[in-house]
Nanobody, 128 residues
Framework: EVQLVESGGGSVQAGGSLTLSCVASGYTYIAWCMGWFRQAPGKEREGVAVIDSNGNTNYAAPVRGRFTISHDNSQNTLYLQMNSLKPEDTAMYYC??????????????????????WGQGTQVTVSS
């Protein structure tokens, strides 16, 4: 059973930083894509940043240059370093994974339906 557990959310002032973590367990994929997604009240879920098992990354335009996604293979942990936070970054943040025969099947996808295993979410609130 695949399990993803996020942590690291909280409340910060605009311009501040947070690092989100997602510990993954219960899978042995040939290849994979993992990502961070967010959803604000009344809005659709959107992709934020993704990484594949080859280390390729992709970022949504609103966060490019401010956020960095990384994966620690030794600890099976996905990270999202968020800098220069803005009030519009306020949302519930989720991590997700999909297992694939080749990373090329999912590499770079910021589309939520690409992913089939999801964490419980962690809240990020940025005040002005």
């Amino acid at each position: 059973e695949v399990q993803l557990v996020e942590s690291g959310g909280g409340s910060v002032q605009a311009g501040g930083s947070l690092t989100l973590s997602c510990v993954a367990s219960g899978y042995t994929y040939i290849a994979w894509c993992m990502g961070w997604f967010r959803q604000a009240p009344g809005k659709e879920r959107e992709g934020v940043a993704v990484i594949d098992s080859n280390g390729n990354t992709n970022y949504a335009a609103p966060v490019r240059g401010r956020f960095t996604i990384s994966h620690d293979n030794s600890q099976n942990t996905l990270y999202l370093q968020m800098n220069s936070l803005k009030p519009e970054d306020t949302a519930m943040y989720y991590c997700a994974v999909v297992g694939v025969p080749s990373a090329r099947y999912c590499s770079g996808s910021l589309d939520p339906p690409t992913y089939n295993r999801w964490g419980q979410g962690t809240q990020v609130t940025v005040s002005s």
